[in-house]
């Protein structure tokens, strides 16, 4: 298997900008996570699906973060528009029956 | 109070050592009880998975689980090099995934 993929793996952009970051969960896996790393909070929960529907979206920071799963192979965090504090490691993570969890290798996101 | 609170280190112990990394939590809904390794640059990838108190061993590895104290422990024994991680406990109720900030570890050869 392939494992969780994410795209793109590094991006730059300025201020203001619209992010999308893309994730391609394990295949027959029914819960997609999206988490937030940084240095000083760690790995933070931003929302997670379970079979395409947003179950807990508690985590996003604010309205400028949206998130979508239109289909079980599919995911999208969107940020609009996007702040330096924004800057961090996006992990997007799958589990099949909810005991495990398995991470992509993360979206390297930094805003100037 | 955080659901799980795990001690950032850093960590630096010599090449053989035996290392011992633990968390606290809170919850005693938490059934299921993780052990992840990150590398540098890298995504958390599942190291341990551990269901009951108890002991689990795996290789050089052995996760340890004390429901009634809500403690968690992972030793590592002959510690090599490749040890050299962050790693993250990660206790979960089956629905919820809650993770440590991680431990850094450096293993000095």
């Known amino acids: 298997d392939a494992g969780v993929i994410q795209s793109p793996r590094h991006e730059v952009t300025e201020m203001g900008q619209e992010v999308t970051l893309r994730c391609k969960p394990i295949s027959g896996h029914n819960s997609l996570f999206w988490y937030r790393q940084t240095m000083m909070r760690g790995l933070e929960l931003l929302i997670y699906?379970?079979?395409?529907?947003?179950?807990?979206d508690s985590g996003m920071p604010e309205d400028r973060f949206s998130a979508k799963m239109p289909n079980a192979s599919f995911s999208t965090l969107k940020i609009q528009p996007s702040e330096p504090r924004d800057s961090a490691v996006y992990f997007c993570?799958?589990?099949?029956?909810?005991?495990?969890?398995?991470f992509g290798e993360g979206s390297w996101l930094t805003v100037v | 109070q955080k659901e799980v609170e795990q001690d950032p280190g850093p960590l630096s112990v010599p090449e053989g050592a035996i290392v011992s990394l633990n968390c606290t939590y809170s919850n005693s809904a938490f059934q299921y009880f993780m052990w992840y390794r990150q590398y540098s640059r890298k995504g958390p990838e599942l190291l341990m998975y551990t269901y009951s108190s108890g002991n689990k061993e795996d290789g050089r590895f052995t996760a340890q689980v004390d429901k009634s104290s809500k403690y968690i422990s992972l030793f590592i024994r002959d510690s090599q090099p490749s040890d050299s991680a962050t790693y993250l406990c990660a206790p979960t109720t089956g629905n919820q995934f809650y993770f440590g900030t991680g431990t850094s570890l450096t293993v000095i050869p």
């Open positions: 993570a799958s589990s099949p029956v909810g005991n495990t969890i398995y």
């Open positions: 699906f379970n079979n395409n529907v947003p179950i807990d």
